[in-house]
């Protein structure tokens, strides 16, 4: 098998059909031996339905049906999992990724690279993802040591080497593109027209999308930890300057006992300081707590296609 498609879905009854379409007129086009592998996250609406009717109808492509929704990038590494090919291609159902891209990533592969990642031009979001998506990279990239680009998604092709790799990282909370980065191999970009969403709206709320910032930087860095100490550190100078302040002025009698400003002022900056602190080490704590566990990052309900 040359060319393995993988691709996570969630609430895309709408898209499915016409990703088939374009995918296969795409594959077909490029004269190789192809799979898509079509993965159901829990979907709540009737999308596990149609990528299996899909299976049955095509014999190169198979799906996946989750038990229940683990996330977009646990479905990614059980996609992944399945996978057969040499190459592998990754990227979204919503067709803003366009399948007729692949092409163009592949023929970069064959240059002697092992990631070659799609970097989206003239991006249809909204002003207000694509400036907090920059935002955020900016940070993450300082956290965590990286050269993540904001123009860069899932869209992807890798090597069957890369992701022998990828899938011996154990970690539970995962990110497929920042694990790329991580793992490392020779890599390249192809610029692509980044497409409109074809129907739906995007399943990340905004409170959604903060914990999901979190939890990758937690996975990914632990600055965070020295971000905690350093502003203790600063917290304790502010507090003993206070401190220090009200004994001078108390000493040359320009105060009474009228303390009480001062002194819920020195509580609330420690009391925040703490507070702070200990937010930070329960975001570790809790991410320790659900890795020990050992729990698996996905079980498969319903296989199908695929010749069986």
């Known amino acids: 098998m040359e060319l393995s498609v993988v691709i996570p879905v969630y609430r895309a009854a709408d898209c499915l059909a016409e990703l088939h379409r ?18 159901d996250d829990g979907s709540p609406d009737a999308s596990g339905d149609i990528i299996a009717e899909i299976a049955r109808r095509d014999s190169r492509v198979v799906s996946l049906l989750l038990s229940r929704n683990f996330g977009q990038h ?10 057969r090919g040499h190459w592998i291609v990754v ?17 970069k592969a064959q240059q002697g690279y092992d990631v070659v990642l799609g970097r989206r031009i003239g991006r249809k979001d909204s002003f207000f993802k694509r400036l907090t998506s920059r935002v955020w990279f900016a940070i993450f990239n300082h956290l ?22 990828l899938l011996r990282v154990n970690d539970v909370h995962r990110q497929y593109l920042m694990l790329l980065r991580w793992l490392g191999f020779r890599r390249a970009y192809v610029d692509y027209e980044h497409g409109a ?9 905004l409170s959604r999308l903060v914990r999901h910032s ?13 971000l ?24 040359l009698y320009r105060i009474g006992v009228q303390g009480w400003a001062s002194l819920m002022a020195a509580v609330w900056l420690v ?7 200990l937010g930070v080490l329960g975001i570790y704590i809790g991410k320790i707590f659900e890795q020990v566990k050992q729990r698996p990052l996905f079980i498969v309900r319903k296989r199908i296609g695929g010749g069986e």
């Open 22 to 39: 374009r995918l296969t007129a795409t594959l077909g086009g490029m004269k190789l031996d192809y799979e898509i592998v079509l993965v």
């Open 271 to 277: 009391g925040g300081a703490v507070l702070f602190s």
């Open 74 to 83: 646990a479905a990614v590494t059980a996609g992944l999992t399945e996978a």
């Open 228 to 251: 905690a100490i350093w502003m203790g550190f600063v917290f304790m100078l502010i507090s003993v300057g206070l401190a220090g302040y009200v004994i001078v002025q108390k000493l």
């Open 91 to 107: 990227m979204d159902c919503d067709l803003q990724d366009p399948p007729e891209s692949i092409p163009a990533l592949y023929e």
């Open 144 to 165: 965590a040591d990286l050269d993540a680009d904001p123009a860069s998604g899932n869209f992807s092709i890798v090597s069957r080497q890369v992701i022998a790799e």
């Open 197 to 205: 969403r074809f129907a739906g709206r995007s399943s990340y709320s």
């Open 214 to 226: 979190m939890t990758t930087i937690a996975a990914h860095s632990t600055k965070l930890l020295y």
